[in-house]
């Protein structure tokens, strides 16, 4: 099982980016997968995630109506697109499912 983010750097204030989240050696539909992220001295927390049962997505209140979460499962990848970026969205952002996580992409937003 691997689950591999990308998609993260440095953009300003107000800026986008769009994370992609790669999974490999699982059914890709079996599992609910989310994006999470930490800041630094801060405890990870969950930031969107999108049910393989009903489809229904989640979003945390802070980044509702900027963050969108979407999957193709012809490429087993899911995606954050995160737009009208701030300064306290910047974190690592991990990806979860099926028990697992990601190594982390690092989104830095600058003044």
């Known amino acids: 099982v691997r689950i591999v983010e990308s998609g993260g750097g440095v953009v300003q204030a107000g800026g986008s980016l769009r994370l992609s989240c790669a999974t490999s050696?699982?059914?890709?539909?079996?599992?609910?997968i989310g994006w999470f992220r930490q800041a630094p001295g801060k405890e990870r927390e969950a930031v969107s995630c999108?049910?393989?049962?009903?489809?229904?997505?989640y979003y945390a209140d802070s980044v509702k109506g900027r963050f969108t979460i979407s999957r193709d499962s012809a490429k087993n990848t899911v995606y954050l697109q995160m737009n009208s970026l701030k300064l306290e969205d910047t974190a690592v952002y991990y990806c979860?499912?099926?028990?697992?996580w990601g190594q982390g992409t690092q989104v830095t937003v600058s003044s």
């Open positions: 999108l049910s393989n049962r009903d489809g229904i997505r």
């Open positions: 979860y499912s099926g028990g697992r």
């Open positions: 050696g699982f059914t890709f539909g079996d599992y609910t």
